[in-house]
């Protein structure tokens, strides 16, 4: 099997020009931007998956990993992912940039992985073969994973292929064409759908903490079912620009309606107009007779 050399990851500084962002997607299909947020930040949202991440069961498939726990619903129990990650000025460059094939661009799946030592490496892959169609010929994801703990080497940090965005389909990555993405706590790394990764193997014991979050076009699924997870009596107190983030918006004149064709932030403005205390009938307003 021949090898390849592999092809820097960018990196970038706290203080990154949007531009130097901007040219790094597009030219490699990832970046890591060292120092994005403060480290504490990272141990803040640490804290607050903690209470839930025990009852999370392992993967069940090589692809999830026996050693990988992967605890959802962080855009409700994580406070600091809604104030400091989730729209985190480099994710709203970086989806600016690259989703412009639809109207608007969403998050589309926010989970706290915890990677436990021994686990192999994942598959090498694309993110957006899990749509399962054949490909778009532009970016219709592009993704994060916050170092929550350090990337290391012996911790299994994600290994990137950068370039790998603009292969065609049927090319695969041969070895030493990947590389870690070697980050500190605080740090984000960013990659687009279609630019092959997947997580390093974790030779040693320590247990490496992610957030890692997907975006997505407005006219694809989202990888969750967003307001099922966060309906209005749970969501209705968040900022309006994450609630329109995780799907309260349409994505066209009719995509993503809600009852007559209205947009979904109805159903939070309807919730907070309820009378103080009356919060059973968050989903029977209005409702039809059926
Ligand atoms: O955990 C990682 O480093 C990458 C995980 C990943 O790419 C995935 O599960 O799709
Ligand atoms: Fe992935």
Redesign the pocket.
């Known amino acids: 099997m021949s090898t390849r050399n592999a092809t820097p990851i960018p990196r970038l500084t706290r203080d990154y020009r949007d531009d130097d962002l901007r040219q790094a997607l597009t030219d490699f299909g990832c970046c890591v931007i060292d120092h994005a947020l403060p480290p504490q930040l990272m141990d803040a949202v640490a804290a607050e998956m903690a209470p839930f991440v025990d009852s999370t069961p392992f993967g069940d498939t090589d692809?999830?990993g026996a050693g990988?726990r992967r605890t959802g619903l962080v855009v409700a129990r994580s406070e600091t992912f809604r104030q400091h990650l989730a729209r985190h000025p480099a994710i709203l460059t970086a989806g600016d940039h690259l989703l412009t094939q639809s109207q608007v661009w969403k998050l589309s799946f926010a989970h706290f992985?915890e990677?436990f030592g021994g686990e192999p490496a994942?598959l090498l892959?694309r993110?957006v073969w899990k749509y399962g169609a054949p490909p778009f010929g532009f970016e219709v994801d592009v993704n994060a994973?916050w170092a929550v703990t350090d990337f290391t080497e012996t911790n299994?940090a994600?290994r990137l292929v950068p370039g790998s965005h603009l292969w065609d389909d049927d090319r695969r990555p041969v070895p030493g064409e990947d590389q870690a993405a070697l980050a500190e706590k605080g740090a984000v790394v960013l990659y687009t759908g279609n630019t092959f990764?997947?997580?390093?193997a974790s030779t040693g014991s320590d247990v490496r903490l992610?957030v890692?979050v997907q975006h997505t076009v407005g006219w694809l699924h989202q990888t969750e079912l967003m307001l099922l997870h966060y309906p209005p009596s749970v969501a209705a107190d968040w900022d309006d620009d994450l609630l329109r983030f995780i799907g309260y918006q349409k994505s066209g004149p009719a995509l993503g309606h809600w009852r007559n064709a209205e947009d979904p932030f109805v159903a939070i403005e309807e919730y907070r107009s309820l009378p103080p205390g009356d919060t059973e009938t968050t989903h029977d307003i209005e409702r039809p007779a059926l």
């Open positions: 692809f999830t990988t992985f990677l994942q892959h993110d994973l299994g994600t990764h997947g997580g390093g992610a890692n």
